[in-house]
């Protein structure tokens, strides 16, 4: 069976969020050996703008030109890796980086995306409390905003709203508290009750299905490290209540990477400044090896 090999590029942007520390998740994981034990090439780490602490008065949204400026950037540091025949996992940062992976995806073709969160980040500006584009980036990335960040290049939206499975996501409350916009009906929607409904592995399957349909190229997986369980999980900026367990996430995964439609992977938002005790960091980077393991499989397509 083909495969490809891993490539790690590094994304520590904290432009999304109002807070600093996920920045630290690169070299966390890497400590930990993630490289060497996907046998990955280590890439670039990219350098991020300043922030701002004061929201962009036009979008309502923090570092906003910044992370529009940026994300062609990243994009463009991708699309390397594709078209050296690699595989890209990305190390975050927080979830805004999903507007420059998912740009470069759509600068190639038509691609879907398994996006498992523990927040289905819908947010519209005028309800993130904060002005936080880590709340908003799915909805950015599917065309919903203000078109500097829906609209990158002109080529908004970045993915389909049709060609997205929010896996996972356990927001309700919050989502209802502050307003946020509903996730339309022609996204796939799996929540962690579906989830826990129809059992981790056949909600998998179904999420996949849906994005190894004909009509797309491939699949992106976005993991926002907040879908894990907040008692094995708790070094996250917003914490809520349970979520997804070590091997329910795995399998996931597994899943999603089997299907030989994945086309990269990026994780987000662990805060090694939240890790009292490293424990979480390692299970995450453990969680990483041990559902991507030595060489990403491809049935479909042998390259880029």
């Given at each position: 069976m083909p495969t490809l090999s891993?490539?790690?590029?590094?994304?520590?942007?904290?432009?999304?969020?109002?807070?600093?520390?996920?920045?630290?998740?690169?070299?966390?994981?890497?400590?930990?050996?993630?490289?060497?034990?996907?046998?990955?090439r280590r890439g670039r780490r990219l350098a991020v703008p300043q922030k701002d602490p004061t929201p962009d008065i036009e979008t309502g949204t923090l570092n906003a030109r910044a992370i529009a400026a940026w994300s062609?950037?990243?994009?463009?540091?991708?699309?390397?890796?594709?078209?050296?025949?690699?595989f890209p996992v990305i190390l975050?940062?927080?979830?805004?980086?999903?507007?420059?992976?998912?740009?470069?995806?759509?600068?190639?073709?038509?691609?879907?995306?398994?996006?498992?969160?523990?927040?289905?980040?819908?947010?519209?500006?005028?309800?993130?409390?904060?002005?936080?584009?880590?709340?908003?980036?799915?909805?950015?990335?599917?065309?919903?905003?203000p078109s500097l960040l829906a609209d990158i290049e002109g080529r908004g939206p970045l993915v389909r709203p049709q060609d997205v499975?929010?896996?996972a996501y356990r927001d309700h409350k919050?989502?209802?508290?502050?307003?946020?916009?509903?996730?339309?009906?022609?996204?796939r929607a799996i929540d962690l009750p579906?989830?826990?409904?129809?059992?981790?592995?056949?909600?998998?399957?179904?999420?996949?299905?849906?994005?190894?349909?004909?009509?797309?190229?491939?699949f992106f997986i976005h993991l926002d490290a907040d879908c894990l369980d907040d008692a094995i999980m708790p070094a996250v900026d917003f914490r809520v209540p349970g979520g997804l367990s070590w091997d329910e996430l795995r399998?996931?995964?597994?899943?999603?990477?089997?299907?030989?439609?994945?086309?990269?992977?990026?994780?987000t938002i662990y805060n090694p400044r939240l890790d009292e005790?490293?424990?979480?960091?390692?299970?995450?980077?453990?969680l990483l090896v041990a559902a991507l393991g030595t060489a990403a499989p491809r049935t479909r397509r042998a390259s880029f």
């Open positions: 891993y490539a790690i590029l590094e994304a520590p942007s904290t432009l999304g969020l109002a807070t600093d520390g996920v920045e630290r998740l690169p070299g966390r994981l890497l400590s930990h050996g993630l490289a060497e034990r996907i046998h990955a062609p950037t990243l994009a463009d540091a991708v699309e390397a890796m594709l078209d050296a025949g690699e975050g940062g927080d979830c805004t980086i999903l507007l420059g992976t998912m740009l470069a995806f759509r600068r190639r073709g038509r691609y879907g995306l398994l996006f498992v969160d523990g927040n289905a980040d819908f947010f519209q500006p005028e309800a993130e409390p904060n002005g936080e584009g880590a709340s908003m980036d799915l909805a950015f990335a599917t065309g919903y905003g499975v929010a896996f919050d989502q209802e508290e502050y307003g946020s916009r509903p996730l339309p009906d022609e996204l579906a989830v826990r409904s129809l059992g981790i592995e056949r909600a998998a399957r179904a999420a996949v299905d849906h994005l190894a349909r004909a009509e797309l190229e491939g399998v996931a995964l597994e899943v999603a990477l089997s299907s030989g439609k994945a086309v990269g992977l990026e994780v005790d490293g424990s979480a960091g390692r299970g995450l980077a453990d």
